[in-house]
């Protein structure tokens, strides 16, 4: 039998204690089924469950409009929190160049405290180690973080010990809350914000370097110096990107991960669940900046 961590048993309390609204990576079907996944999260103690397609798309449209309005500005992507240490720590002369826009994460935590009220609690869960400490960073919007890991420990612990909470299995507890049918679940794959902010028309291919792991984002980071015309740098910092995440639990080779993402896509445009709940409109006067003004208040 699983014995779990002091950390995780606190955490189990914590979501069955308090009215939680998981925010589940797209990756999650690297490791996870849809739609029993979120059955499982509400059988955990989730309120609610939602994914960050719709913060992906509120993102991709703000650098959209960013890049369009200052065209000749050389910009990082900030949505990689290892990306964005790494540039703080190493080349803290580029640091001007991150997008002061938050990650997915950041900026859905800080939607569904709006959206859903102040008194829920958000915890994301992810592929990624450093999602950790960003959360802690930005404890006004993401009280906890979690692996996919992490998760499965959880699953098997209470299924091992008969805790899983009886609900029944009806659309409520089997499909997502706010669920947004989008392009935006392609973000876990390297180079997915450059492919999905619509540029074209106003970056050209060789304007954009788009590359994952360290040798790589140092590479890309000395053309930009070099280069003047290089103008958007879209790094993820592991092989295969979010894909590729320390957190994930399947051992298959990254292009069988990366295809689960793009099967993933494809089949959710025949979704018709929350067909207008994705409309940009709900996020007008959302504070989209990495970090929250300290004195903002929550409606």
Do not use: W
Not at 78 to 106: A, D, R, W
């Amino acid at each position: 039998m699983l014995e779990l961590s002091e950390d995780l048993k606190k955490t189990i309390d914590f979501i069955q204690n308090n009215k939680c609204v998981c925010l589940l990576a797209p990756s999650f079907v690297i490791d996870f089924e849809y739609s029993k996944i979120i059955f499982n999260l509400k059988q955990i103690g989730f309120t609610k469950v939602v994914e960050l397609t719709y913060s992906a798309k509120i993102i991709s449209c703000e650098y959209h409009e960013l890049i369009k309005k200052y065209p000749d500005k050389q910009r990082i992507c900030s949505n990689c929190p290892s990306v964005v240490k790494f540039i703080e720590n190493k080349y803290p002369q580029h640091k001007s160049k991150l997008v002061n826009i938050g990650s997915p994460m950041t900026i859905m935590g800080r939607f569904c405290k709006k959206e859903f009220g102040k008194d829920y609690k958000t915890v994301f869960i992810g592929p990624c180690l450093t999602k950790k400490i960003e959360a802690k960073e930005n404890p006004k919007d993401i009280d906890l973080a979690l692996t996919f890991k992490e998760l499965q420990d959880i699953l098997f612990y209470l299924k091992s010990n008969n805790k899983l909470l009886k609900i029944s299995k009806n659309k409520k507890n089997t499909c997502f809350d706010k669920f947004y049918n989008d392009y935006t679940k392609v973000y876990p794959i390297s180079g997915a914000v450059a492919k999905t902010m619509h540029a074209k028309n106003i970056l050209t291919k060789k304007q954009v370097i788009c590359c994952e792991t360290i040798p790589k984002i140092e590479n890309a980071i000395k053309k930009m110096e070099d280069y003047k015309n290089i103008k958007f740098l879209d790094m993820l910092f592991c092989k295969g990107g979010c894909c590729g995440g320390p957190g994930i639990i399947s051992t298959e080779d990254i292009n069988a991960k990366i295809k689960k993402v793009e099967n993933y896509r494809e089949i959710s445009k025949d979704y018709k669940i929350g067909k207008n709940k994705g409309l940009l409109k709900y996020a007008e006067e959302l504070n989209l900046d990495i970090r929250r003004n300290k004195n903002e208040k929550l409606n």
